[in-house]
Structure formats: C-alpha cells, structure tokens
C-alpha cells in the first residue's frame, strides 16, 4: 500500500515561508511524476508546482512562479514543496501527489492522482 504523508504546513504571516514536506512509504523514484496541488474552500483545484523524480522539466503555476520550489532529498523518498514570500491567496489546504503518467497528464482537468496524500492546511494572514 502506497501512502503519502504531508507535513509542514502552519499560519504564517505574509511575506513569511514554509516547507512541506511529503513522505512516500515507497520511494518518489516509484513515481512517474510527483506533485503538489492546492485547493481553498469553494474554489477550483490549482496545480502549484510537479516535476519527474527520474529527472525532466519542472512546471509551476504562474501564481507561485519565483516563490515555490519543488524538491526531492537525494535518497529519493521526501517530496518538498518550499514556500517564499507567501501571500494571503496562498492560504488553502495543500496535497502531495504521485502518478503512473506524465506529469502534463496528471494537471489535465478532473484527472484524479493515482496516489494522493489527505493535505495539510497553510494560512497566511495579511
């Protein structure tokens, strides 16, 4: 059974960071591509940032472009989304993803993660 577990979510006050951090039971290398997503109360899911555990290009949102970086450790187990210069329009709950297919696969509307982790909430107050 794969489970992804999040963790280093928190309030912070704008302007402020914080890392997420994501741990895959099996390994991120187990993935075809990985990534974070984020979805506030009544709003639409909004990919934030994926990339390809195996190495291939890295996509982030225009929103957080300059300001989020995704990362793995090097034993290729962690995911880690680091979140700089946070905003109040950041604020929402934050998920860890990993799928069998492209990442531009997995950001197609309505395609559901084949794994996915149960989120952990950022609030970033003004």
């Known amino acids: 059974q794969v489970q992804l577990v999040e963790s280093g979510g928190g309030s912070v006050q704008a302007g402020g960071s914080l890392r997420l951090s994501c741990a895959a039971s099996?390994?991120?290398?187990?993935?075809?591509?990985m990534g974070w997503f984020r979805q506030a109360p009544g709003e639409e899911r909004e990919w934030v940032a994926t990339?390809?555990?195996?190495?291939?290009?890295?996509y982030y949102a225009d929103s957080v472009k300059g300001r989020f970086t995704i990362s793995q450790d090097s034993a290729k187990i962690t995911l880690y989304l680091q979140m700089d210069s946070l905003k109040p329009e950041d604020t929402a709950m934050y998920y860890c993803?990993?799928?069998?297919?492209?990442?531009?696969?997995?950001?197609?509307?309505?395609?559901?993660?084949?794994?996915g982790g149960q989120g952990t909430q950022v609030t970033v107050s003004s």
């Open positions: 990339m390809y555990p195996g190495g291939g290009v890295t």
């Open positions: 099996r390994g991120t290398y187990n993935f075809v591509c």
């Open positions: 993803a990993a799928d069998s297919l492209s990442c531009s696969s997995l950001r197609r509307p309505g395609r559901q993660p084949n794994y």
